[in-house]
């Protein structure tokens, strides 16, 4: 996978994009509950909701529908620290609460903008999410963390000059608003990325000169805080990373210790602070989601296969893509209700997102769902809140 700003090394065809020009972090003001917004002060002494204890209070707030939540937090700032807190999500989850969203990077189809679109578990359109602050960005990492979205790194054409990017932004499904987090120390594209034990792990991809990268940092939520860990054997780039009991496992694309596709798998163990690998992996992974216990991945030598990593004893199994919903290759993932989404790359007459069932009985795992993204799915991320 190629770099930058090198005479063999060029940017490679970009696959995601986000662009910007809104003031990030803009409250939205209730129209919803007028006479709160009035009766409601912000003084953070008060209770959250008058003649009631605040856990009692905390729970009523949780019983609002989700789409109602950016007009709660522009009722009073204590509302709004509420929603913006992990505690909000807890109470919702324990009041069997939580509501699945898609988040769907999609490319129009004259492949000229993307937007990120949200979908309900019905596949009924919510909004478009607020335009990113930043400069528009390819090659960039995306993470679910907290019921908020990470879209971390990635490099950036300004006035036709190329440069990677350790900005990271962070996007509250509660609020619908965008802000800055720390950057990375490590500015990098291409990387591997996922959430471990609530600690977020970016690792390998190139960096600001073009030259592949096999250091590896962590992300400390509750401190807004980078940390450099130990680096890869080797340096690794166009990977991805899974989280699986605790370990974090990194496979796919290219080392510069191998020839070609790398069949690798580098395992971290955070409490050991350490790497150990294995030999195999999945290469050239177009797509990737994990669902319980398990990781399921399309090749891109093979795009009508599933290939279903279980890491309780390293194996693969194979899995055949039927021909329903769409003939053609190449799919994006998407997970809702422990059940794996397909969106297919090409749009068909008759088309229908295929939908695969790992816990269904044997012979009914393929169905397919009305769900689908208005345009090209780039990448969808579920966020449970």
């Known amino acids: ?22 003031k990030q972090d803009t409250p939205i003001h209730s129209k919803s509950y007028p006479s709160l917004t009035s009766q409601v002060t912000d003084d953070f002494d008060s ?112 006035n036709g000059t190329a440069s990677a990017s350790p900005d990271v932004y962070q996007y509250d499904s509660c609020l619908n608003s965008w802000k800055k987090l720390a950057n990375m120390n490590i500015a990098r594209y291409d990387f591997a990325c996922a959430e471990v034990n609530g600690m977020v792990y970016v690792v390998g991809g190139y960096g600001m000169d073009g030259s592949s990268l096999s250091s590896a940092e962590v992300y400390n939520p509750d401190n807004d805080t980078w940390s450099l860990i130990e680096s890869l054997r080797r340096p690794r780039w166009g990977c991805f990373a899974c989280g699986f009991e605790g370990k974090l496992y990194v496979m796919g694309g290219r080392s510069s210790f ?29 797509a990737h989601a994990v669902i319980g216990k398990k990781l399921f991945c399309m090749e891109w030598k093979n795009q009508r296969k599933l290939a279903i990593f279980n890491p309780d004893d390293n194996s693969w199994k194979m899995e055949q893509v039927p021909i329903t919903g769409s003939s053609s290759i190449g799919f994006r993932f998407g997970i809702l209700g422990e059940k794996l989404l397909m969106f297919s790359l090409q749009e068909e007459p008759g088309y229908s997102t295929l939908l695969y069932d790992p816990n269904a009985a044997p012979g009914s795992e393929w169905q397919t769902s009305d769900i689908k993204p208005t345009g090209s799915c780039l990448c969808c991320v579920t966020i449970k809140a």
């Not at 580098?266 to 177009?286: I, R």
């Open 1 to 22: 996978m190629p770099g930058f700003l090198s005479d063999k090394k060029r940017f490679k065809e970009p696959n995601m994009c986000l662009s910007n020009s809104v």
């Open 47 to 158: 209770p959250i909701l008058p003649g009631l204890p605040d856990d009692v209070a905390k729970y009523c707030l949780a019983l609002v529908p989700r789409s109602n939540f950016p007009s709660m937090g522009g009722v009073c700032k204590k509302w709004r620290s509420f929603i913006q807190s992990k505690e909000f999500i807890t109470v919702r989850k324990l009041a069997g609460l939580l509501e699945e969203w898609l988040y769907i990077l999609t490319m129009d189809d004259g492949g000229k903008e993307s937007h990120w679109e949200v979908l309900d578990c019905l596949g009924n359109k919510h909004c478009l999410l607020p335009l990113m602050p930043g400069p528009v960005k390819f090659g960039f990492g995306v993470v679910v963390l907290n019921g908020k979205l990470l879209v971390m790194a990635g490099y950036s054409v300004i």
């Open 258 to 286: 191998t020839i070609g596709n790398s069949k690798f798998v580098d395992v971290y163990y955070p409490e050991k602070h350490s790497w150990c690998e294995m030999k195999n992996g999945c290469v050239m992974v177009t």
